[in-house]
């Protein structure tokens, strides 16, 4: 079906455009450029080379997707921006293409929504429904799981990894690996508790609640030695499945995980989700 292109939009004959794709007033697409079907791309923004943007994206004005990497090793190689279904990027966002010693490949999955002025940086992957507010930055090789949600103004360092249904605060600085389903918030923040809010959006069984809070308690406020608090966390939840990713998330860690927030009272880190 028909491609509709404003008159002032650039656009290589190297472009790959698929049908119904909508290509606003000044926006630039460059050569090795692949869209899919039915993505927007407003007015003055720009793709740039090695990127490939599936179904149903929306590229707001002024945002930059696919640029070369923040990396002084980068000595312009071949390597890619790769961005699946329905994502939102908002006004001046960046998202950057990979380096060779990242493997080549910065990758965003679908449905996120990227508000205006986040950043991704090279080699970064980005599972899918996540929501990154505005400010938000990802320095290079970070990996956000499925879900998670980064607040606004906030920082992930390199090689850090949040995991899946976690949520960061605004104005937060991550430098360690967040595990799946908990909050951090501050500056230099440890985990603050569970994200009640994400797990009472899963509708999951009261139990598996209890569990993921017990196991919290287990793991982060009991006071027992992390390997064997993980053991025994293994022993008394192993029929929960989201225990078991938080130990798995744990025991993978190469960076480190973050410790509690010891000034948040207990009982507010444990509260559960039906409290908000």
Known sequence: MAVNIHPTALISPGAELGDNVCIGPCACIDDNVIIGDGTRVDGFATIRPYTRLGRNNHVF?????????????????????????????????????????????????????????????????????????????????????????????????????VGRNAFVGGMTGIAMDLPPYMLAAGVRPGIQGVNSVGLRRLNLPKENLAAIRAAFKLIWLSGIPRKEALEKAAEEFAAVPQVMEILDFVRSSQRGVMAADRSVPAQEQTQSPNQG
């Open 61 to 161: 004005s002024y945002a930059m997707v696919g640029e070369v990497p923040q990396d002084l090793k980068f000595s312009g190689e071949v390597t890619w921006l790769e961005v699946g279904d329905n994502n939102r990027i908002r006004e001046f966002s960046t998202l950057h293409r990979g380096t060779e010693g990242g493997g080549g490949l910065t990758k965003v999955g679908n449905n996120c929504l990227f508000m205006a002025y986040t950043h991704v940086a090279h080699d970064c992957k980005v599972g899918s429904g996540v929501i990154m507010s505005n400010g938000a930055t990802l320095a290079g090789h970070v990996e956000v799981a499925d879900n998670a949600i980064i607040g606004g103004l906030s920082a992930i360092h390199q090689f850090v990894r």
